[in-house]
């Protein structure tokens, strides 16, 4: 599978953003997809994820309630729609297909292929 993401973009605090991954290859729900963010200087962060098969979805605790995953599956696209935007949410955002286990899933080690970033500012 190739991931492309798109959407990102300069919002102000408090507006909403929405990113796409775009799949091609193979059907997104064969994968768990997903999202992380990397600010600079800081390490790569999980930010939620949808788990193949309908497994459910997380969230990490500082966009739960804000952000929303969900699919176009006549478009194989996953979509991060990311709501209440607060400064901090400030980074690259990337996505990822990966087949790993549940306990891992937060882990940026269990995802084999990676889209490019997508960048998301936000301003106060």
Known sequence: ?????????????????RLSCAASGETLSRYNIGWFRQAPGKEREFVAVRRWGGGGTFY?????????????SAK???LLQMNSLKPEDTAVYYCA???GILSSLREH????????????????
């Open 76 to 78: 194989n696209t996953d």
């Open 97 to 99: 297909a990966g087949r």
């Open 109 to 124: 080690s269990a995802y084999g292929t990676w889209g490019q970033g997508t960048q998301v500012t936000v301003s106060s």
């Open 60 to 72: 990490a605790d500082s966009v739960k309630g804000r952000f929303t995953i969900s699919r176009d």
């Open 1 to 17: 599978v190739q991931l492309q993401a798109s959407g990102g973009g300069l919002v102000q605090a408090g507006g909403s953003l």
